[in-house]
């Protein structure tokens, strides 16, 4: 920040997203994290920023009415490669023409970080993490993707025996879930947890955490195979709403970059859940 002056410039705040908040050494091969759009110089004032999961047009329409000066999203603006320009993309296009906006993306990374999701899933339960959950992703890097915890009891809790439901009770809580899937025994002791923020499609993800000794494995949008795996191998198995977890980590991330720029406006769009329940 500008000595004698309350004015962030950009290159203050890219600092803090290629160390602490989306380091691209962590990134998965051909995946995109940076600037997507808009052309920003290191000396371009900041005092508007919005953080957001992903990129609709609701959210773009939200950061024109505020007048923000950089958008910080954890998915990327185009999800798929671009065959041709459809009407939702022009739409997209035309909106951001109107203010000079620009936009930043987060992208996995943000899984892995001090201030990212999996850290954020462990310290929201109250679980004190012993080690990092490393793992070689396909760009051929050491990422430390997930977390290793141990149970600490509430003062009402047994401490000599903190099991599965007791866990599926804090998540229920604390992640505003009415309901949790999960598989494995509900009156199991576990004492040490493996935690990963982002999508578990790896079945070496789960062998692994199982070679460490782990009891539970925690994730997000884990498929029909991979709960017959962990059932097999008896490893106890919870899977967490994706949208609930990653609004959470944004709020964190909010709290995190206003103490950081406190002369700063930092905005949090909280999308609604694309799936519904029909009860």
Request: hydrophobic share 35%; charged share 25%; with cysteine.
């Amino acid at each position: 920040m500008i000595k004698g002056e309350n004015r962030l410039l950009y290159s203050e705040i890219q600092m803090i997203l290629k160390n602490r908040i989306s380091p691209k050494i962590y990134k998965k091969k051909n995946e995109f994290c940076g600037i997507q759009y808009g052309e920003i110089k290191n000396d371009k004032i900041i005092k508007k920023v919005l953080l957001t999961l992903d990129l609709n047009l609701a959210v773009i329409h939200y950061a024109i009415k505020h007048k923000i000066d950089l958008i910080l999203s954890h998915h990327g603006f185009i999800i798929r490669s671009i065959d041709k320009f459809n009407k939702i993309l022009i739409n997209k296009l035309n909106l951001l023409s109107k203010y000079p906006v620009s936009i930043y993306i987060m992208g996995s990374p943000f899984i892995s970080v001090e201030e990212g999701i999996s850290e954020t899933i462990s310290k929201m339960l109250y679980l004190r993490i012993e080690n990092l959950f490393k793992v070689r992703n396909n760009n051929n890097k050491i990422v430390p993707i997930g977390r290793i915890s141990s149970p600490i009891c509430y003062p009402n809790e047994r401490k000599d025996n903190f099991t599965l439901e007791h866990l599926l009770k804090r998540i229920k809580t604390n992640f505003s879930m009415d309901q949790v899937s999960y598989v494995g025994n509900l009156n199991k002791e576990l004492k040490k947890i493996c935690i990963v923020g982002g999508n578990t499609d790896n079945f070496h993800y789960l062998e692994k955490a199982k070679k460490k000794d782990c009891d539970c494995y925690i994730s997000c949008n884990i498929n029909h195979n991979n709960a017959i795996y962990c059932r097999e191998i008896g490893l106890d198995l919870i899977n967490l709403s994706h949208h609930n977890v990653e609004l959470l980590t944004l709020v964190r991330l909010q709290n995190y970059l206003s103490l950081e720029f406190p002369y700063d406006e930092i905005f949090l769009y909280e999308s609604d859940d694309p799936f519904k329940m029909y009860t």
